[in-house]
Structures are given as C-alpha cells and as structure tokens.
C-alpha cells in the first residue's frame, strides 16, 4: 500500500486485513498494473490528439486518417484495459480494493477525476472533435476521413459505456468516493452552520 | 576565502529576510476542502512517477508494464475481442515508440557523419 510511504500518515495493516478474499494479490495486480497500463495508452493517445490536430489544421488528410484509426484503437485498448483492471470480483472490491483509496490509507475524494493524462486527453480530444465538426459541416473533409471520425467516436461511446457498467459492476447505487466525500463535506457544512465565526485555533491540520 | 564574501550560511538564510513559503507540489491551488485528495495521491498510489521526458524510461516502463499484462492476460475472464484489444493497443504503443527510436537513431548516424 502507498498509504504507508505518505509522511504523516499512520502505518496501518492491509485494508480489510483478516478477512482478505482468495485471489487479492492477483485484484491489486490487475487493478493498479491495468491502471500503469491505462495511463501509457492515454500518453500515447495525448501524443497523437496532438498529432492529429497538426494534422487536421494543415489538411494532411492521409496523416490525420492514420492518427484517427490509430487513435480509435487505443480507445478500444483503454476500455478493454478497464475490464482487465476491474477482473476481480465484487466481494474483492468491496474488502480489499475500495478501503485502499479512502481514508486513512488516502484522503478523502479520491477517484478517477485526479488522472492528470486522462483529464489532458479530454481536453485534446474536446479541441480535435470541435475543429473536425467544423470543418464537416463546412464540407471541406473528405468521405474517409469522416470515417475515420466517425470510428473513433464510436470508440469513445464504448468506452463511455464500459465504465457504467464497471461502476455498476462493483458500485450498484453509485456511491463513488468522490460523491461521497462532497455529501460528508455538505453534511458538516450544515451541521456548522450555527456557529458562524470560525476560531483559527481550531481545525489546524 | 575573502573574509569580506558573504558565508553560504548567510546566503542560505537571506540574511533572515525572507520567509519560506508552501506551494502544492502539483502546481495548482489546493482543492476547497482542506486535506482532499490531489493528483500526487493519485500517483503514488497507482506508482507513477513523473520525470522528464526519456525515451529510453519510456521504454522500459512500457515493458514492465506490457510483461506483466501479458503473463496473466490468459488467466483472466476477458472475452477474446478485450484481449485482442489490449494486444492492438500495446502494438501500437509499441510501434510509436519503435519510430521514435528509429528517428533518434537516424539523427545519431547524421551526426557522427
């Protein structure tokens, strides 16, 4: 576990230690080298979002077709890489992984949305789609490269797809940590109402 | 030494004028609730480390990385269509880094011409 290399952290045991399921060396494998994976695609994919966009703005169109198609196979890659991450079973979530990413191993609102190469590629990708339906709608794309496009936004949809179904695999009612943590923040939040006037010498962390 | 420099003591210190400031180390403001989780979390817990861009790290972390996925690949539930998937990203990967080498390579023979 990282939690006990953070300074000021206490070195605990394993999450869930005592009751580990069968197979948890094999779910931690699966969920954090699929993870190292996941993230080598998405540096690849951010090196040819850039690509693509040179491309698309100086018509190169047989480089942007390439870009695409092997943009469009990276997604799917991402998506499958997801299944492979998350091939465990729920009970092993539930004990072993989930406790891992919350406190006091991690702080609080730890999830997905602190993946910096996946937030920069959905930037990249927002910026190439906006230009690319640009210049479809002007006429000025040629048929195979709308193709193209159109293969690698079906990708995304896949993907799109994929990852409700691995929430809902290991977190029927959506309780991500993330919503979690804002609903406890927006609970003290209210229950401090009341005393309007903060003390500095309280909460000092 | 010159008796007249200044001592890396009382440079070290500013002469006591300045005082150390803290910057996240992500480079960003920190996140409204005090003590959430930042992107440096995030990586230490996945073990990403961020450094300057090397090929040669690159390299090496795409093969550790595609090692392990493929030893256990087979013992997994994945359909055979996910598993082909993995394969075409990793080649893909894999190719894209081949050219750059290839490229580095081709810039190393000009020069030693």
Redesign the interface.
Known sequence: M?GG??SGRPRLGRPGAGRVPAGAG?AV??W??????F???L??MN??LVDARRALESRRWRELTESLD?LR??Y??????M??AS?FSPATYETLIRP??APPY??????GV???EHEQMLDRFRGLRRQFKQLQRAGELPAAVGEAGARLWSAQSRNRKNHVLVCEKFVPEGRSLLKE?FRA?EETADSAQPAARHDPREGE? | MSADRPTAEAQLSDYGLITPIALPIDGRMP?A???????A????????IRERPDLTA?SQ??LD??R??LA??D????SA???C??L???L??LH?TLERWVTTGGHRRREVA
């Not at chain 1, 991690?106 to 999830?111: A, I, T």
């Not at chain 2, 609730?33 to 992107?39: I, N, S």
């Not at chain 2, 013992?75 to 994945?78: D, G, K, M």
């Open positions: 990282s290399q953070l094999q494998l699966r954090k080298v699929g993870h190292q994976l993230h080598l695609h540096a690849a090196t040819l092997q196979v990276l799917d890659a991402a998506t499958a890489t299944r492979y091939d891992s990413m991690l702080s609080p609102g730890f999830s602190l993946n910096l943590h923040q962390q | 996140d609730a005090t003590g959430a989780a930042g992107k979390e995030y990586d230490d817990y996945f073990r990403l690159w972390s795409c990385v595609q392990q996925i256990d690949l013992l997994t539930e994945l269509e996910d598993r998937d993995i075409a990203g990793c893909v990967v894209a």
